[in-house]
C-alpha cells in the first residue's frame, strides 16, 4: 500500500525540521569547542575576559559578522558565532515547520498557530531591544544578589551571572 502523499510531505517535513536542528546544534557546538581550545591553547586558559552585548541580537550578529570580515577570526568570535548559530537554530526550525505546515501538509491551523509561535520569536530576537537597569554594569541587582548569597560555589554563579550580562562586576565590591 503506498503512502497517502499528504503522510510523505509530513514525514520529510520532520526529516528536513530534525536535521536542521541536528545540524544547527552540531555546527554550535564545534564552534564554541574549536573557540575554548584555540583560547586555551593561545592563552593557557579555557576562560574568556568578555561578555555578550546587551542590545539586539541582529545587531550582535551583523556587528560580529563584520568584525569577523574586517579584523578576521579569534577565539571569542568563534565562540560567539557558536552562540548565534545555537541561538538561531529554534528559529530556523520554527520557520520551517511552517512553511511544512502552510504548504507541505496544507494543515492551516497548525501553520498560523507556528506562525504565531515564529512572530514572538522574531520580536524576541530581532525586534525588542533588551532593557537596561539603573545599575553602572547593568544587570538584574536580585539575580546579583541570589549569586551572592550563595555559601557553596557562589563565585560560580556570580561569574556565570557576569559572562551573560545578567551581573555587574561591581555587585561585591570586587573588579
Known sequence: MEPNP???????MERIVGLT?????????????MG?????????????QHGLPRTLFARFVLEEMSS???????????VNF????????????VVLSMVGFLFAEKDYKYGVVTGFVGGVLTYSLFLQERRR???SGGG????????????????????????????????????
Open 6 to 12: 499528504r503522510t510523505r510531505g509530513a514525514l520529510a
Open 21 to 33: 536542528l541536528l545540524g544547527g546544534v552540531t555546527l554550535s557546538v564545534q564552534l564554541l569547542t
Open 36 to 48: 575554548l581550545f584555540w583560547q586555551w591553547s593561545s592563552t593557557g586558559r579555557p576562560a574568556f
Open 68 to 78: 569577523i570580515l574586517r579584523d578576521g577570526v579569534s577565539p571569542s568570535r568563534l
Open 82 to 93: 557558536g552562540i548565534i548559530v545555537l541561538m538561531l537554530t529554534p528559529y530556523v526550525r
Open 133 to 135: 537597569s539603573g545599575r
Open 140 to 175: 538584574h541587582p536580585f539575580r546579583c544578589d541570589l549569586a551572592e548569597r550563595q555559601e557553596d560555589g557562589g563565585w560560580i554563579g556570580k561569574e556565570i551571572l557576569r559572562a551573560i550580562g545578567e551581573c555587574s562586576s561591581d555587585v561585591d565590591g570586587d573588579s
